[in-house]
């Protein structure tokens, strides 16, 4: 049952990662979310950038959703358990830039630890 949850958790951050990349094509302004201070949301070279983040949030998203489809869970696992460094570096980098410290820890921190949550019972089973 555990295992069945994590797996539906797991598809669920597939998709909510394609929907974010896909959101920087449609709504780059969203980016100021980020956490990074002084996001140009309409600079011309910034939303380039933005494109390259979003073409690897959405291959990631794919990466993960095609892993729940067709994986064992225990692949599944491992590949979420990599897949939370992410958010992760995210949250470093969110603190590095001297970003708000909610985007950092309630943003991509909270992030991490669901993805380790959601990896564990699959690693597990």
């Known amino acids: 049952m555990?295992?069945?949850?994590?797996?539906?958790?797991?598809?669920?951050?597939?998709?909510?990662?394609?929907l974010m990349g896909a959101r920087a094509?449609?709504?780059?302004?969203a980016a100021?979310?980020?956490?990074?201070?002084?996001?140009?949301?309409?600079?011309?070279?910034?939303?380039?950038?933005l494109s390259v983040k979003a073409v690897r949030d959405i291959a990631l998203g794919i990466l993960i959703?095609?892993?729940?489809?067709?994986?064992?869970?225990?692949l599944l696992g491992w590949c979420?358990?990599?897949?939370?460094?992410?958010?992760?570096?995210?949250?470093?980098?969110?603190?590095?830039?001297n970003g708000p410290k909610t985007a950092a820890y309630g943003v991509h921190g909270a992030t991490a630890a669901v993805m380790l949550a959601i990896s564990v019972p699959l690693l597990v089973a």
């Open 25 to 29: 094509f449609w709504a780059p302004g």
């Open 2 to 18: 555990l295992t069945t949850i994590a797996t539906v958790l797991a598809g669920l951050v597939g998709a909510a990662v394609v």
């Open 80 to 97: 979420v358990l990599a897949a939370t460094g992410v958010p992760v570096g995210d949250a470093l980098i969110v603190l590095r830039a």
């Open 32 to 49: 100021v979310g980020f956490g990074i201070p002084g996001t140009p949301a309409e600079d011309r070279v910034f939303h380039a950038w």
């Open 65 to 74: 959703l095609v892993l729940t489809v067709g994986a064992t869970p225990h």
